[in-house]
């Protein structure tokens, strides 16, 4: 079974930069997709970033010039390098993928376990 283990998250003042990585627990197939999410507190889960296969990119309207998503393909790792950091970025923000483990397996979606990110003022 293919996990997603995420890093990086922390406290964090605002104005500040932070770097997120998610990586695959072990070599796969394929990754169609990669994602980043967050939930704060009594919100709903929202699309951060996402990067599709080739190279499509988008990013919500909060986070457009501050946040940039790139991806490793050799080591299967997606990283949100998050730049000018707001007390409003404060949330658990979660891996997304949607990936094949091995050649006969089918494609499956998979989240990492969150990782916290609090910005002070």
């Known amino acids: 079974q293919v996990q997603l283990v995420e890093s990086g998250g922390g406290p964090v003042q605002a104005g500040g930069s932070l770097t997120l990585s998610c990586a695959t627990s072990?070599?796969?197939?394929?990754?169609?997709?990669m994602r980043w999410y967050r939930q704060a507190p009594g919100k709903q889960r929202e699309l951060v970033a996402r990067?599709?296969?080739?190279?499509?990119?988008n990013y919500a309207d909060s986070v457009k010039g501050r946040f940039f998503i790139s991806r490793d393909n050799r080591k299967n790792t997606v990283i949100l390098q998050m730049n000018m950091l707001k007390p409003e970025d404060t949330a658990v923000y979660y891996c997304?993928?949607?990936?094949?483990?091995?050649?006969?397996?089918?494609?499956?979606?998979?989240w990492g376990q969150g990782t916290q990110v609090i910005v002070s003022s």
């Open positions: 997304h993928a949607n990936i094949k483990g091995t050649i006969g397996d089918s494609w499956g979606v998979y």
């Open positions: 072990r070599d796969v197939f394929g990754i169609d997709y």
């Open positions: 990067l599709s296969s080739p190279s499509t990119i």
